[in-house]
């Protein structure tokens, strides 16, 4: 039997700043973790354990376009926590989630009413049960499929999943909830789905993000629009990456002019706060009856309170215009590079949203340029992504694209 020494018992009260943290092991295997462990975040940059800077070209997948330690951020919570109410319920009113429905319906230039949830999935899991209610209520009770694009990517609940096109993410979990399929992006394909007569509704992202920062063309959102109205089909916006302000608009879909029947909204929202939206026209709304959907958490006055700051900062035309410019200025700086290096296939994007196809597999990119201090995603196996907070100056971004050159090994010599 081996003796307990002493110190094993005074370890923990004494940690070494450089031992590995015990919890990482606890987390389960659903993400790929790079080694790092981030502890400080201030403007547009993260900074490690060893006090090492990363200039954030992801912000944390979308939500965070304000950045690190916005001071009306901060405010905000305060705010909201001088009044002790972190939570409410939604058996009561509160004032701060009523104000963030009205101001996201004015925004959205067609919506009458909103409903909040806690994430992306949710959003649009809440979505395709609103276009059913609507469907039975309407006199359509046939009309219950949910059509997906190629290429999408909803979320990876049990329904949203049925809308997402990634094999890998599905095949495991089969099957997944009925009456949700993928369509081709094609719109005699999707004329011919609509004429059966059974489809609800089809749900689309502006610009698909997961599915490799694929930009719809204005044209085919506009065909779509008309396609759906003339089959009595409503359309679901999901613009949970795409929206407030990440393309230069409040909304990604406001570029080509269409109007949606539903929008969903997430990660950017709360500033991190885990909160998302559900925007629906009058004729949805008054579909909807008490106890058709429902959540603890959804749109609590704290979240609301800092999803207002969020929506006022992001809707600002001042921010949306510096987004538009610069985001001119990104696309144009990196298709030069796609122009003088071969190692680039395409590019494209939109706004503070783009994407890079490379030979080589995106991930061995996102290593190096992590090695060098610069935090980008991927968008796929060989398509890099790109998402800087909105508040990100010119200069910084000029500083990102140098370092991503270097880990393309596109430097000019
Ligand atoms: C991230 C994302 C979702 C899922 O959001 P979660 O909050 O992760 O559930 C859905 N749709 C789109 C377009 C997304 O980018």
């Known amino acids: 039997m081996t003796a307990i020494r002493v110190h094993d018992f005074a370890e923990p009260e004494t940690p070494v700043a450089s031992a590995p943290p015990s919890h990482r092991d606890a987390l389960l295997g659903t993400y790929k973790r790079a080694p790092m462990q981030f502890v400080r975040g201030a403007g547009v940059e993260m900074f490690d354990a060893d006090g090492r800077a990363y200039l954030d070209f ?21 705010d909201a926590m001088s009044t002790g109410l972190i939570h409410v319920s939604n058996l009561y009113h509160t004032a701060p989630g009523a104000a963030l429905a009205e101001r996201l319906c004015d925004l959205s230039g067609f919506a009458s009413h909103a409903f909040f949830c806690n994430s992306g999935a949710e959003a649009n899991e809440g979505a395709f049960k609103f276009v059913r209610r609507w469907a039975r209520e309407s006199g359509h009770p046939e009309r219950v ?17 049925a809308a997402t096109d990634r094999p890998g993410y599905r095949a495991p979990f089969r099957p997944l909830a009925g009456g949700v399929s993928v369509a081709e992006r094609d719109i005699a394909e999707l004329r011919a789905a609509l004429v059966s007569g059974t489809v609800g509704a089809v749900i689309v992202e502006p610009v698909q993000g997961e599915g490799g920062v694929r930009v719809l063309e204005p044209e085919f959102l506009r065909d779509l629009r008309a396609l759906t109205r003339e089959h009595g089909v409503m359309l679901i916006v999901d613009e949970i990456q795409t929206g ?44 909807i009856q008490s106890g058709d959907h429902g959540t603890t958490f959804g749109g609590g006055p704290l979240v609301a309170s800092v999803a207002l700051h969020v929506v006022g900062r992001l809707s600002d035309p001042v921010m949306l215009k510096h987004v538009r410019q610069n985001g ?21 994007g939109a706004g503070y949203m783009w994407g890079i196809d490379v030979h080589e597999k ?10 060098s201090g610069l935090m980008i995603l991927t968008a796929g196996e060989h398509t890099l992504r790109l998402l ?23 430097r000019a010599v």
């Open 58 to 78: 992801a912000s944390g997948i979308a939500v965070n376009a304000l950045g690190y330690g916005d001071p009306g951020v901060e405010q905000a919570i305060r």
């Open 145 to 161: 499929e949910i059509l997906g694009l190629r290429g999408g990517f909803h979320g990876r609940l049990f329904a949203s999943l």
């Open 244 to 287: 407030l302000g990440r393309t230069g608009h409040v909304f990604a879909y406001q570029a080509s002019g269409i109007e949606p029947d539903l929008v969903t909204l997430a990660k950017p929202l709360a500033a991190g706060l885990p909160m998302g939206a559900i925007l629906v026209t009058d004729e949805i709304a008054r579909t």
């Open 328 to 348: 001119e200025w990104l696309g144009d700086a990196l298709r030069q590079i796609g122009e003088r290096c071969d190692r680039v296939r395409a590019v494209r």
């Open 362 to 371: 995106a991930a061995a990119v996102v290593l190096r340029a992590l090695a």
């Open 388 to 410: 800087p907070p909105l508040v990100m100056t010119q200069a910084d971004l000029a500083r990102g694209v140098a370092s991503l050159e270097d880990a393309l090994g596109c």
